[in-house]
């Protein structure tokens, strides 16, 4: 079964309840998303423990394989995959591939955000092909409903402009006009580090997450992150210069691959505890837990203070920044700012022009996915009674 939807609508109510249910009837459950922080999140979240797809298939990092297959299948009555939307096709393949004849499966997720960063778009392809039971969730939900960040979220979703008048009230959604990319940087690096810490009490290393909609620019995640660095973390040595980045103690940075071995993966946010030069190893915390890495392993981590949309995709922030100026003009698109603006539990904020926004929400094109698997799914063109909730 599918249960799909946007934010406020209670799809974590709902398999909370479910899952509740389950336990007490001692069913044997397996709760996976596809990123570390969604696993944790759904950890957090249901009371269960989830892993990361890769961890539940038991990855082999030597070869790439996994354990966990149709000779050794995955040992539950009931697995629940979180944020099944950035599952990618080649991934789906082998997590359904170890799921036994008996084993029920719950995917969860919102097909409107933006499409996996691999091949295929396995959960939409579900959905339309009519062969699986739907439970779409639309009513928003009195305490969501209260939040400017959902009400903005579902108006983007259904192409209309979310309103970016200045507030009457404090509010948990808010547009900062910034005419033109110099007036930006300046202002976003105000915000992160003055007026919303001095306001609303965020941590501006620990809770404020820049999210852009590209990588390049000056107002790209590239960019950005030298300014943040120099605002917000200006420490002297020890600091190591690798792949084109200079990286100091306390500072917030990110893994970009999959890397079993440490036991961390692409998209973790950490900080760099200790820094060795005569060694060559920096340290990073990821959620307190210390990983050596030599400089030579580097590459494999970036700063963070900036990141793009696409690398926070199951992540979920205190607070977000957005820049969205005609500068993004390439990468303007609707499910790129509903992902975005969905980021934030507690505070959202659009820095940069209305013209951008209007430009955002009117784009769905996008770029298409070309797929077999919803007639593969459904050749006949059968479909079952699907189940539309409120």
């Not at 979310?162 to 547009?175: G, H, I, K, N, V």
């Not at 909609?213 to 300014?227: D, K, T, V």
Request: charged share 20%; with cysteine.
């Amino acid at each position: 079964m599918v249960i799909t939807g946007g934010p406020g609508v209670g799809k974590t109510t709902l398999v909370n309840s479910i899952l509740r249910i389950l336990a007490a009837k001692k069913v044997c459950l397996l709760l996976c998303a596809p990123t570390g922080r969604a696993a944790k999140r759904m950890t957090e979240t249901t009371g269960h423990e989830a892993k990361t797809i890769h961890r539940l298939l038991e990855i082999n990092p030597k070869t790439g394989g996994f354990r966990r297959n149709e000779e050794s299948p995955l040992d539950c009555d009931l697995l629940v995959v979180d944020e099944t939307s950035m599952v990618d096709v080649v991934l789906m393949n082998s997590l359904l591939k170890a799921v036994a004849d008996h084993t029920a499966v719950l995917f969860v997720g919102d097909i409107d955000q933006l499409p996996p960063v691999g091949p295929g778009q396995a959960l939409a392809d579900v959905i339309a092909s009519g062969a699986v039971p739907v439970v779409t969730l639309t009513e928003v939900f009195r305490q969501a409903a209260l939040s400017q960040i959902v009400q903005s979220a579902h108006r983007i979703n259904s192409g209309q402009m979310p309103d970016l008048s200045a507030p009457r009230d404090t509010t948990d959604f808010y547009f900062v006009e910034a005419s033109g990319p110099d007036i930006a940087i300046t202002r976003l690096i105000e915000l992160v580090k003055e007026r919303i810490p001095r306001r609303f009490g965020f941590d501006p290393m620990r809770d404020i997450q820049v999210l852009c909609p590209m990588n390049r620019g000056g107002l790209g995640a590239r960019s950005l992150n030298i300014e943040l660095q120099r605002a917000l973390n200006p420490r002297g040595d020890p600091k190591v210069e690798k792949f084109g980045m200079t990286f100091a103690i306390a500072d917030k940075v990110m893994q970009i691959e999959n890397d079993y071995d440490k036991e961390v993966y692409n998209g973790d946010i950490g900080f760099v505890e200790a820094i060795d030069l005569e060694f060559g190893e920096m340290t990073i915390a990821f959620d307190g837990r210390p990983v050596a890495y030599a400089f030579g392993e580097l590459d494999q981590i970036v700063l963070a203070y900036a990141t793009t949309i696409h690398k926070s995709q199951g992540s979920e922030f205190p607070a977000v920044v957005i820049p969205v100026t005609t500068q993004h003009y390439l990468m303007l698109q609707r499910n790129l700012l509903y992902t975005g603006v969905t980021r934030g539990k507690r505070l959202v904020i659009l820095l940069g022009q209305k013209k951008a926004v209007a430009i955002a929400v009117k784009n769905v094109s996008g770029r298409r996915r070309w797929s077999k698997l919803r007639e593969w799914l459904n050749p006949a063109g059968f479909s079952i009674p699907q189940s539309i909730g409120a």
